[in-house]
Structure formats: C-alpha cells, structure tokens
C-alpha cells in the first residue's frame, strides 16, 4: 500500500495503541513500549528511533508484509525470530498500521475486553 500523506510520528503511534482497551505505556529499556496485560504490542525500536517494532502474531501476515513493502516493513537478524516486524514509521499508512495494531491486540488481549470492544464496534 502507498501512503502519499504527511510521514507518520510517534505520537500517532500513541494515539492509535492507546485508543484499544488495556493498552498501557511503559518505559522498557529507556524507550516507549505498549502492552495489554504483560504481553508486548508496540516499541520503538533501539536501532532506530523512527523505527517501531510492531507484534505481527500472524506468521503469514507477516512474510507478506516484508516481501510486498520492503520500503516500510523490515526484519534484522536480532528480530527475526519474534513474531514481530519493524516498521519505518515516516513511510507507514496510519490505517494499516491501526490495522496490524488491532490485530496484534485481538490477539493478546484478555478475552474479555476483546469481547466488550467487538460489542462498541
């Protein structure tokens, strides 16, 4: 997907990890990191910091991702056994970022609060 607009920030970052419920930030290892519960969504990444790494629990989802937009989704060999992809944040398209986001949080999140979001959509 080409993303013409404005390169996306941190601080949108925020505003869409913190827009699910439970998600909270914590400071882990000096940086910004969002998890629901103790499991881990969203870091920035400590190789770059307009880098985020971004939990992509789908497997083929993510091979998908790094061989479709190489521009934006990326892998190191340090993260390449976590289910997780990097994501060059000034290139990345604020709806499917939202969406991985969602996923992610579908995926760790309680079940009950997963539940209580399905019944406000």
Not at 44 to 57: E, F, Q, R
Request: hydrophobic share 40%.
């Amino acid at each position: 997907m080409f993303y013409g607009g404005s390169s996306m920030e941190f601080e949108e970052i925020r505003q869409i990890a913190l827009s699910f419920p439970g998600v909270e930030e914590h400071v882990v290892f000096g940086g910004p990191t969002f998890k629901v519960g103790k499991r881990f969504l969203a870091s920035i990444a400590k190789i770059d910091p307009n880098t985020l790494v971004l939990k992509v629990p789908d497997r083929l989802e993510r091979e998908y991702l790094l061989a479709t937009f190489p521009d934006i989704y990326y892998l190191t060999d340090h993260y390449a056994n976590f289910e997780c992809v990097l994501v060059r944040m000034p290139q990345a398209d604020p709806v499917e970022l939202r969406n991985l986001f969602e996923q992610a949080w579908r995926t760790y999140a309680p079940k009950r609060l997963v539940a209580g979001y399905r019944a406000d959509e």
